[in-house]
């Protein structure tokens, strides 16, 4: 499992901004592709440094 990416939210029903980050495991072991759709979704997303 690696990390791929981190997304901001609204946590509902408290309405909370939370950071998510999103780590994939490919079992097929194609290992260079990543699942988009919360980067596409959710306007703030970035590549933590260091994780």
Not at 24 to 37: E, H, I, M, S, V
């Amino acid at each position: 499992m690696t990390y791929r990416y981190s997304y901001e939210e609204r946590w509902q029903p408290k309405d909370i901004l939370v950071t998510f980050r999103m780590y994939q495991l490919n079992f097929d072991g194609a290992n260079d592709r990543t699942f988009n759709k919360y980067w596409e979704q959710y306007p703030v997303h970035f590549i933590e440094e260091n994780i």
